[in-house]
């Protein structure tokens, strides 16, 4: 895993989303085409934000959808389609996005997508971690093990609490329980994974992942068995990084 600290989120999600799209043109390059995941959440505004304005032929790059809720409405505020499609794919000329609808049958859009990202390697996934470790939607204890490539998720408290606090709903109630995720084993077949994770609140967790054993108790340790993965962080995040605990 190789570790990239930054003064603030500005240049953290500046210089992550040029390494990202040096990666895509790597691969178009070779190959005349790339995939990739995208994330959503708050650790990825400024990550996107430069990614529109990266010099990369769109037409020949296909999407995947990481996460979304089940039963939330794509106009919902919280909806990481609209998410994704307000902040990215309104933004450029990609070939095709392959999006999570939450309003389908959730076993039949996991099946669906399953088949689909199936005949894709993954050149660059851009995801981030969450402040209980989770990787997409695997909260802890993350489910290693899966051969699945879209699973549903069970949300746990201390998830649902960080979608209120970064203020996507009015309350915990509105918070839905469950969710569909890529899985821990599909995102590592990622060829290049960029994850970024800014602000204070994600120190421990960066330190965790980064200090303790490869657990599915703090999924983002998994990352570490990765060969090409790159941990964007701010001043924030990186405030424990020499802590042991």
């Not at 505004?45 to 979304?68: P, Q, R």
């Amino acid at each position: 895993m190789q570790i990239k600290k930054y003064s603030n989120k500005e240049l953290m999600g500046r210089e992550a989303a040029h390494t990202g799209a040096e990666k895509i043109r790597t691969a178009i390059n070779s190959k005349d085409s790339a995939s990739i995941i995208l994330a959503t959440g708050v650790s990825q505004f400024e990550l996107l934000e430069h990614l529109v304005k990266e010099d990369i032929d769109w037409s020949n790059v296909t999407g995947f959808h990481l996460d979304e809720y089940i039963d939330i409405d794509e106009t919902h505020p919280a909806s990481f389609r609209k998410y994704l499609k307000e902040r990215f794919v309104n933004k450029v000329k990609i070939k095709q996005f392959h999006f999570i609808n939450g309003n389908n049958v959730p076993e039949k859009e996991c099946s669906r997508l399953g088949e689909i990202i199936s005949d894709h390697k993954i050149d660059v996934a851009f995801i981030g971690i969450g402040e209980n470790g989770h990787l997409a939607f695997n909260d802890p204890p993350a489910d290693f093990e899966t051969e699945q490539p879209y699973i549903i998720a069970n949300l746990d408290e201390i998830c649902r609490m960080q979608q209120l606090g970064e203020g996507w709903f009015p309350n915990l109630e509105n918070v839905p329980n469950k969710a569909i995720s890529m899985s821990i084993k599909q995102i590592l077949k990622s060829k290049t994974i960029i994850c970024t994770v800014p602000d204070e609140r994600k120190a421990r967790v960066v330190s965790r992942t980064l200090n303790e054993e490869i657990s599915p108790l703090i999924p983002a340790t998994i990352l570490k068995t990765h060969s090409d993965t790159f941990l964007f962080l701010d001043e924030g995040s990186a405030s424990l990084i020499n802590n042991k605990g």
